[in-house]
């Protein structure tokens, strides 16, 4: 299975919080997914924001990121470009979706990769990421 997943349904997966268990129980085998340099630099700003927020200690973020870069490394993450045409269906899923879904940029973003990447299904747990990867006919779990 080829996957796309946002940086929070992979921070979940990678590390733990309230989606964690979830997350796991979503990948009994771990599919290949997509990774964007987007998606990379996006994952260790949000372990390292928990660490800010006093969610994380820096041993558990250390650990998480180590996981992380390890398995990118073993070849669990297919890196792809974020290409022009990635940005430019970006501004037209915004233009024709944010004002009814109310959309942030990095979900606008995350949503215009995985369009154009096509892959088996995109893993998020952010409700209005969800509604927009649906509305552009994404398999998107969990539902």
Same mark, same amino acid.
């Given at each position: ?35 964007? $340099? ?42 792809? $470009? ?36 096509? $892959? ?24």
């Amino acid at each position: 299975m080829i996957a796309y997943a946002d940086t929070a349904f992979l921070v979940s997966l990678y590390g733990r919080d309230t989606n964690s268990l979830i997350a796991r129980q979503l990948l009994p085998l771990q599919p290949a997914f997509l990774l964007t $340099p987007l998606g990379d630099a996006e994952f260790v700003n949000a372990v390292e924001l928990l660490v800010f927020r006093s969610y994380w200690s820096r041993s558990e973020a250390s650990a998480v990121v180590d996981r992380f870069l390890q398995e990118r490394n073993a070849g669990v993450f297919r890196a792809v $470009p974020f290409t022009s045409e990635m940005w430019d269906k970006a501004s037209e899923l915004s233009r024709l979706r944010t004002a009814a879904i109310g959309t942030r940029t990095l979900d606008v973003l995350h949503v215009a990769a995985a369009l154009l990447l096509k $892959p088996d299904v995109f893993f998020t747990f952010d409700k209005r990421q969800a509604q927009l990867a649906k509305a552009v006919r994404l398999k998107v779990a969990p539902l």
